[in-house]
């Protein structure tokens, strides 16, 4: 007879592992997952260095008033600002570098607690396929450095184990109550997290009516009233997107190709063959489960990745004006596929086996990342070098020379400049300005087109088309605007020249120029 996983609500120890041990697995797996995150001091990670800048204009206006030249920052109500709302309630114990910090690991934590949780609350224990899973908090939105949407899709982890753990007990009418506050705080963390809760209680819904009995038009019906309480955020974002300074185009529908190439990036890193190979491998497990009358599939996880697989397909590469919309949702319809995934009709001997490859996946996934962050972070110590040439309320132009299209590295440098807002208080033109996304806004209108995001980006001369190359920009820059210009990326002898502009500092492959007259 075939056990369910009703029988084995607790963990069934497939590795033999000692018995205090195998109690602490959840918490084993938690601290290995934190381990890349641990041995770093500044998250190397896309656009956290600019949410660094950020976080020092937002907590530090009234100490250093001369930024409100160039920044102003206005609380509003947005889905954008579970991060931001963490660095505020930190800023009174410690500086904005440890709280981006913080919230960084706090991210890894509950992502890896949410999938722990769900796979338990699914299966009974934690199964092999939980342990494929988990490398993908660390998929290619980390590494963007996406913290308000990853958090948000950490908590609509927990949120979805929640919504199964009460309908299980049958807690119905306090889940429904629970549910507006728990959907209102995860919108106001980021809109896309309260997106995805609601495709997982949709599925779940719809897949216990139709086992009910129910007809299709009754389980749409009952599902509704089912998922109301999670409507509560319709509300403010209404008034959200109807407010006059809420800008933002979106585009890029049906762009296949695209999808696929992100579903080969979900754990993009720097080693284009190894990642590659681990999309490969993770994608490889979902199909053979399909396949295999050995493996088995939860209704409701099934269900829900078909849904969030629906959304992929559906989704557009922007909406309000946020990139790579698309692309955020691949790693988490992964990770719902996965955990889909039940394993009982294997023998015991087959499930040890593909533990023990769960394991290994793992290790190296996070040995890799690990590895990854410790040489990025031997990188931007040699580039933060630079700030001891920059001094207070400078005016810096940054110019990071970015990589080409085809290549697989991350142009995570790209926010360097924004660590001169952080640690000498000075203006620099890499900050976001997205209306109606986050609270900041830019008001420098001497420096033209190098007051903000993206004139830092430049390309090579080789691949940069119709883009911005080092040379173009630095030609641009107006003198009488900036009184410095940092260069990244391009080595001293190959970096352009300005006649008003003096080099006083350089490193391997960057340089700060001061620009002469200034002041």
Request: proline fraction near 5%; hydrophobic fraction near 50%.
């Amino acid at each position: 007879m075939t056990a369910t996983a009703e029988d084995i609500r607790q963990d069934v120890p497939i590795l033999k592992l000692p018995a205090a041990l195998g109690g602490l697995m959840p918490l084993l797996l938690i601290a290995t997952m934190l381990v890349p995150i641990l041995l770093v001091s500044l998250p190397p990670l896309v656009d956290v260095l600019g949410h660094i800048g950020r976080y020092s204009i937002q907590t530090g206006l009234d100490d250093h008033p001369w930024l409100r030249q160039y920044f102003s920052f206005r609380w509003q109500l947005v889905g954008n600002l579970g991060a931001d709302i963490l660095v505020e309630a930190l800023s009174s114990f410690t500086d904005v570098e440890t709280s981006a910090w913080i919230v960084v690991a706090l991210n890894q934590v509950l992502a890896a607690t949410g999938i722990i949780l769900l796979c338990r609350e699914i299966h009974g224990r934690i199964t092999p396929f939980c342990l494929f899973a988990l490398p993908l908090i660390y998929g290619l939105p980390f590494q963007f450095g996406f913290i308000n949407f990853t958090l948000s899709m950490a908590l609509a982890l927990l949120a979805f184990t929640l919504w199964l753990r009460l309908g299980r007990l049958g807690r119905i009418a306090t889940r429904a109550w629970l549910f507006v506050p728990i959907s209102l705080g995860l919108w106001l963390c980021h809109t896309f997290g309260w997106v995805l809760l609601g495709m997982l209680c949709t599925a779940e819904s719809l897949v216990r009516s139709r086992v009910d009995g129910r007809t299709w038009l009754a389980a749409l019906w009952e599902t509704g009233w089912r998922c109301l309480p999670m409507a509560a955020p319709l509300v403010p974002m209404l008034l959200w997107r109807t407010q006059e300074d809420t800008g933002g185009s979106t585009d890029g529908w049906f762009i296949f190709g695209a999808k696929l190439g992100w579903m080969l990036s979900i754990l993009r890193l720097d080693i284009k063959a190894v990642d590659k190979v681990s999309a490969l491998v993770l994608c490889g497990l979902i199909y053979v489960a399909l396949r295999s009358p050995r493996l088995t599939i939860d209704r409701t996880m099934g269900a829900a990745a078909a849904l969030c697989l629906l959304a992929f397909l559906i989704m557009p590469g922007r909406i309000f004006g946020s990139f790579l919309a698309d692309m955020r949702l691949a790693p988490y319809m992964t990770i719902i596929a996965l955990l889909a995934i039940g394993d009982l009709k294997l023998t015991v001997s087959a499930r040890k086996w593909l533990m023990a490859a769960g394991v290994v996946f793992l290790v190296i996934r996070i040995a890799l990342t690990t590895a990854t962050y410790a040489e990025r972070e031997r990188v931007l110590d040699r580039q933060l070098e630079a700030l001891e040439a920059i001094p207070e309320r400078a005016r810096v132009a940054t110019l990071v020379s970015l990589p080409c299209d085809d290549a697989w590295g991350l142009p995570w440098l790209t926010h360097v400049g924004s660590m001169a807002i952080a640690r000498k208080h000075a203006f620099a033109n890499d900050q976001w300005v997205v209306a109606g996304m986050n609270p900041l806004s830019v008001h420098y209108p001497k420096a033209g087109k190098f007051a903000n995001d993206s004139s830092e980006m430049v390309y090579p001369d080789a691949c940069a088309g119709d883009r911005a190359t080092m040379r173009g920009s630095l030609m641009q820059i107006p003198a009488d605007a900036f009184t410095h210009v940092w260069l990244v990326g391009v080595p001293p002898d190959e970096q352009p020249l300005r006649q008003d502009m003096i080099r006083i500092w350089q490193g391997p492959d960057s340089a700060v120029y001061r620009v002469a007259g200034s002041r």
